[in-house]
């Protein structure tokens, strides 16, 4: 893994706002791991004594409903933090986070991290932005559900999942969810997600590559998100 002060979370997320001494802090005590697909970071319901930095790699955080399936909330991708809101409200996770692909994380204890609290208003302030973001961007996906169709929110998805993670040599997404999981991001049935994606592929929309989904017409795909 690569020193705190040359690494990508560093320059993206509440870390930028350290200085050497603290980074210097942070690598003396962390710990690296390599997260394989499909395992869990953490689970809902579990004490997160710190933050997990994402060098590589994406995952998703879900909330199991109560019909047994997992509601996607989010995706996070490398240059983020994980854990802040349930560090600074000293509560178990409420999210479970799944590796989508294979990552390298950094955990940095509690301890350390609220130690910067009093003697950095600068790192203070940045993390109470990125907790507030996400309270934002939950709140407009509650709005998503309540108020969009699923052929809403799948356009929207899909062009979340291109503006956000990018897009292969083929033009397929860079980030390749299963129709499950997909469907979880949207809330509705795997077999109805399959069906709007044919219905997108169809029409032109979209192009369907084996499990890979390419996005032909961003224009169309916007108004249809509208």
Request: glycine share 6%; net charge neutral.
């Amino acid at each position: 893994m690569s020193k705190c002060e040359h690494c990508i979370v560093r320059e993206f997320s509440s870390l930028k706002a350290l200085n050497k001494e603290d980074l210097l802090k942070i690598a003396n005590c962390k710990t690296s791991y390599t997260i394989k697909k499909g395992e869990p970071i953490f689970e809902e319901g579990e004490t997160i004594n710190g933050v997990y930095c994402i060098k590589d790699g994406y995952c998703k955080l879900s909330k199991l409903s109560t019909n047994g399936k997992d509601q996607i909330v989010k995706l996070v991708k490398a240059g983020e933090l994980l854990g802040q809101r349930s560090m600074v409200s000293d509560e178990p996770a409420n999210l479970t986070a799944i590796a989508v692909e294979d990552m390298e994380v950094c955990f940095i204890p509690k301890s350390e991290i609220l130690g910067f609290f009093n003697n950095n208003n600068q790192f203070s302030l940045s993390l109470m932005k990125s907790v507030c973001g996400d309270l934002k961007d939950s709140d407009m996906h509650v709005v998503s559900m309540a108020q969009k169709t699923v052929k809403n929110r799948l356009a929207e998805t899909l062009l979340y999942l291109k503006e956000n993670f990018g897009t292969n040599a083929d033009n397929t997404l860079k980030i390749q969810l299963s129709r499950e999981e997909l469907a979880g991001m949207i809330g509705t049935a795997t077999e109805s997600c399959i069906r709007i994606l044919s219905e997108f592929n169809k029409n032109g929309t979209i192009e369907l590559i084996g499990k890979k989904i390419a996005v032909k017409d961003t224009n169309k795909l916007k108004k249809i998100a509208e």
